[in-house]
């Protein structure tokens, strides 16, 4: 498996090369990525490494004391919109990651046989569901080089080549941008339905 050496997530250069050095980055802005824009949430470990001194360390965040690292996710400017409850997921995945995979997200897919295993072992993790672990394997096999067996049919229709529709497809300022208006156009279409 290649890992892909930049990303174009965040727009900042220093966010971006950390997510793509840094499974536990990557890991921790997909749970940030709810309800606020995609760059926001993917700058978020950089953040929060900036503000523990210059190292996103897991295992420290996981044993921090909640309403310290509440405060420190809601330090202006806040690392969410939410960021109190954040926090608290935040906090929680990381316990998984220091318990389960040795304080390595990359740990999560080294070792699976196929997609339907990896599929299973994302949607277990504090912060995911089914929609959310379908987008992240994708993300992982579309750019990240995790691509087990059936990892296309774990994804569902994020796993599809060619497609615009969530931020597996974001890899420049211009498939952010058709992913924006897939989007929209989807929340459109749903607003219609429920209206007539």
Known sequence: MSQRQEFYLTGIPEADALLARDANALLLGMVLDQQIMMEKAFAGPAVIAERMGGTLDV????????????SLCSAKPAIHRFPGSMAGRLQALCQVLVDEYGRDASNIWATVSSGAELKNRIAALPGFGDEKASIFIAFLGKQYGVTPDGWREAAGR??????????????????????????????????????A
């Open 59 to 70: 295992a420290a965040i996981a044993g921090a004391a909640p309403d310290e690292f509440a």
């Open 158 to 195: 994020y796993g599809i080549e060619g497609t615009f529709i969530s931020l597996a497809d974001a890899c420049d300022l211009e498939s952010i941008t058709l992913v924006r208006a897939s989007k929209k156009a989807a929340k459109l279409a749903a607003k219609q339905v429920t209206i």
